[in-house]
């Protein structure tokens, strides 16, 4: 693989206006052909999604899905720009498809990274810096170790980096920067809640054969 140049990827950034990480994802996907990965993001509708990501998004929806069964259900926000942006079909669709994907993943608490609090990114290093399988490595090993642990569960903890439910091959955040392509606006999901019916209420466990025995000596 040929070696990504920050040259390279600036000036990458400069013709497409996507952002720096996806631009050198995109010269490492095409062995650092600056054509072929100019192509490639805006085949994946990247390119100048970036360039709108400063602009104030402060419209939009806030979309609903409820699980077959009404077991789970999802509140989520998805800002805009304009209302009319927000009235059309392909962001609500978008917006839909948001909530139909955080509803299928359990694990997921945050936005994006940056939204998670220091404190439970400590604790997660904490977790794996005690790990029995790192406890002999030398000190500048184990960091690195850890750190990309941590990088894998923060990203397993976050809605961007899940691989969209519908199509795998790309992320959640990918499927926002190619409706940021399409409808011309900045789009950003601000926040999210989900619901699972009865979680947090304590349940009385019982036996039921000690039920049967306890009424047949009733009787």
Known sequence: ???????????????????????????????????????????????????????VAAEGLVGSYIHTGGRVGVLVEVNCETDFVARREEFQTLVRNIAMQIAACPNVEYVKVSDIPADIVQKEKDIEMGRDDISNKPDNVKEKIVQGRIDKRLKEMTLMDQPYIRDQSITVEELVKQAIAQLGENIQVRRFVRFVLGEGIEKQESNFADEVAAQMGNK
Do not use: F, H, P
């Open 1 to 55: 693989m040929a070696e990504i140049s920050a040259k390279l990827v600036q000036e990458l950034r400069q013709k497409t206006g996507a952002g720096m990480m996806d631009c050198k994802k995109a010269l490492k996907e095409n062995d650092g052909d600056l054509a072929k990965a100019e192509e490639w993001l805006r085949k994946k509708g990247i390119a100048k999604a970036g360039a709108k990501a400063d602009r």
